[in-house]
């Protein structure tokens, strides 16, 4: 069942933007510096562990298990978050994001100052980490029931641009929102690959800010009518 927001509807959609522009950040810094592995978008993982079976497929399986197996961990904590506290709206959605924030945060620092490295053992703790706190955030929009903005996952979104537009004989509806998810998703992953080719650690905390923005909307945004 979809839980009401506890802020308007255009303030909603504004706050799961930006959560979706964090998803594009952080998947461009897993994807092109951890080892072409996603830590939100799951679907890209589980091809690959089905690469398992192919001898010298060139994937790092091991990446793709722990974020795999973290997302879902993730996605468990959201359950119990939204269980817990869905009569609470504001506090349930500060708690997520909050944790989000603190983890990402975590996660930066501990990039920058090397004590995660990205390139031997220790990156599997950062995706680790990553994929939780995406774990986390889908379970956590999904609520909403707005199934353009699961914040992580672009494939019904798409589906939906073609089978309700006018060529497939449908009437456009929602065409304008999903066209934006599509693109916030898109300049996310774009300002995190530029970003991530003169650094890598401050795109992490980039998107702890963005979070935080996230959640800020949240809590003091204008009361649903």
């Known amino acids: 069942m979809a839980v009401r927001s506890p802020v308007s509807h255009r303030v909603t959609v504004v706050a799961l933007l930006l959560l979706t522009f964090a998803t594009g950040l952080v998947d461009a810094v897993s994807v092109l510096v951890l080892g072409h592995v996603f830590v939100a978008n799951m679907t890209g993982n589980v091809i690959f562990l089905g690469f398992w079976f192919v001898p010298h497929s060139g994937v790092d399986v091991a990446a793709a298990l722990v974020a795999f197996v973290s997302f879902v961990a993730g996605t468990v904590v959201g359950g119990r978050l939204a269980r817990h506290l869905d009569p609470y709206p504001r506090r349930w959605l500060t708690t997520a994001l909050s ?98 080719l003169v650094t890598v650690a401050p795109v992490i905390a980039l998107a702890g800010a963005v979070v935080a923005t996230a959640m800020a909307l949240f809590y003091f945004g204008p009361a649903a009518t």
């Open 99 to 196: 944790i989000e924030v603190v983890a990402l945060t975590a996660l930066s620092v501990l990039a920058g100052t090397g004590t995660l490295d990205y390139h031997d053992d220790t990156k599997l703790v950062l995706i680790a980490g990553l994929a939780v706190v995406f774990g986390i955030q889908n379970a956590t929009a999904r609520q909403f029931g707005i199934q353009e903005l699961s914040t992580t996952v672009l494939t019904q979104t798409i589906v939906g641009i073609g089978f309700d537009s006018r060529l497939a004989g449908g009437t456009g509806e929602r065409e304008k929102l999903r066209y934006t998810v599509v693109l916030t998703m898109c300049a996310g992953a774009a300002v995190g690959a530029t970003l991530t």
